[in-house]
Structures are given as C-alpha cells and as structure tokens.
C-alpha cells in the first residue's frame, strides 16, 4: 500500500504509475491523480500540442498515419462510440452550426464528393433504412399526410396535373445529367417558422444534393430544369 502525496488517500501499489528512478519503481501521484493533472494540462495548452504535434507530423507523415492507425486499433469501438455520443449530446449546438459552417464554405468539395461516392452513399442508405424501417414508414406517413394536408382542395385539374408533371421533369432530368433531382417545397411543408403549400407555384426541380442539403430551410436554390 501507498499513500498519494495528492489526494491523501492509501492506495494498492498498482495504482500508481511507474517509475524506475524511484525506491519502489512507482510514482507518489497515483494514477487518477496523474491522469487529472495530464488532461488540466492538455485543457491549458491546445495550441502548443497542436503546434507540436503539426511539426512532428510535417516531419515524418508515414510515421504520424502508422501511430494514429495503432492507436485507433487498440481502443475498444464500442466504448468510442458511446463517448462519441455522450459528446455530441452535450455539444449538439456547437456541432451544428461548425458543420454549417464548414459546409457553406465547401459547397462545391461537397458536390464532387457526392457525385464520386453516390454508390457507396446509396449502399449505405438502403442498409440504414433496413435497419430502422421503423423511422423510415413513420417519417414517409408524417410527410404524406403533411403534403395531402398542404395542397389546398381550390387546385384546378389543371394545376394538379402539372405538380405530377414536375416529378416527370424530375426524373428526366436525372436521366438526362445523369444526376439524381428531386421536386423541392421553395418554402417547406415542414418549415419552422412557416409551412408552404403542395401547390405548383411553390415546386422547383433541383439535384438531390441541394434539396437533401436544405433540409427544411427557406434557401435560394437555383432551379436545376
């Protein structure tokens, strides 16, 4: 037993780190101690580690990508992913508005990115959906029964004739650029401060890029017909 010049509390010896120049080959901080006192530390000086670690990096890239890829394998995934959540719950706003940010500022990146991983993208999708086909039938019925409430009973036949031809545009210009195009609400049928109408005067043809990148916003999109 030992007890931590730190927290004053005795403790087995293996919960001490190790140390050779020492009497007894351990540390007089114990481990949790000396894992507080790292990371208040790491807290009071992010930029001279990220200065450092950017020209340790610089120095021998092949050497940086084998010690990160040997970390990432001796940690346990699971136990990354719940601190991923647990994170990510915390600073969900903070998330939000850098990926904003970060999008807005690498819009066409983004385009060619899609466009290079589109299969991947769709694989990854369709197993998502089968996975959770639960969120999938609720989320398709909330929109449907949102769009069958939003087009007004007033529409002439000749104006509900012409929002089916928009989703035959759709199609054919997908077909024709062979870049996928969705019919998009100018102003959403689910937006936050308003909700617009199924109506032919509130639908644009656009690349699914830009319409699944809008989400439920009011955004000046350039009409992709």
């Known amino acids: 037993?030992?007890?931590?010049?730190?927290?004053?509390?005795?403790?087995?010896?293996?919960?001490?780190?190790?140390?050779?120049?020492?009497?007894?080959?351990?540390?007089?901080?114990?481990?949790?101690?000396?894992?507080?006192?790292?990371?208040?530390?790491?807290?009071?000086?992010?930029?001279?580690?990220?200065?450092?670690n950017k020209v340790?990096?610089?120095?021998?890239?092949?050497?940086?990508?084998?010690?990160?890829?040997?970390?990432?394998?001796?940690?346990?995934?699971?136990?990354?992913?719940?601190?991923?959540?647990?994170?990510?719950?915390?600073?969900?706003?903070?998330?939000?508005?850098?990926?904003?940010?970060?999008?807005?500022?690498?819009?066409a990146w983004l385009k060619e990115y899609v466009a290079r991983n589109e299969e991947k993208a769709k694989s990854r999708r369709q197993k998502w959906e089968e996975n959770n086909r639960g969120k999938v039938r609720a989320k398709a019925r909330n929109y449907q029964a949102k769009k069958r409430g939003a087009m007004p009973l007033w529409l002439t036949a000749i104006q509900r004739a012409q929002i089916l031809e928009m989703y035959d545009v759709a199609v054919a210009?997908?077909?024709?650029?062979?870049?996928?195009?969705?019919?998009?609400?100018?102003?959403p049928l689910q937006g936050k401060a308003v909700n617009g109408l199924h109506v032919p005067w509130n639908l644009q043809v656009i690349p699914a890029f830009d319409n699944l990148s809008k989400n439920n916003r009011i955004v000046e999109v350039h009409n992709g017909i």
């Open 1 to 52: 037993m030992k007890q931590c010049t730190k927290c004053k509390t005795e403790k087995a010896l293996d919960e001490f780190p190790k140390r050779k120049s020492a009497a007894d080959g351990r540390r007089n901080e114990c481990c949790a101690c000396t894992w507080e006192a790292k990371q208040a530390w790491n807290e009071n000086n992010k930029s001279r580690i990220a200065a450092y």
């Open 173 to 187: 210009c997908g077909t024709q650029t062979g870049v996928e195009h969705h019919v998009d609400h100018i102003i």
């Open 56 to 107: 340790w990096a610089a120095k021998d890239p092949e050497k940086t990508k084998a010690s990160q890829r040997a970390a990432r394998e001796r940690l346990d995934p699971e136990k990354v992913n719940a601190w991923h959540r647990q994170w990510y719950a915390k600073n969900r706003e903070k998330c939000l508005a850098r990926n904003k940010e970060w999008q807005s500022q690498n819009t």
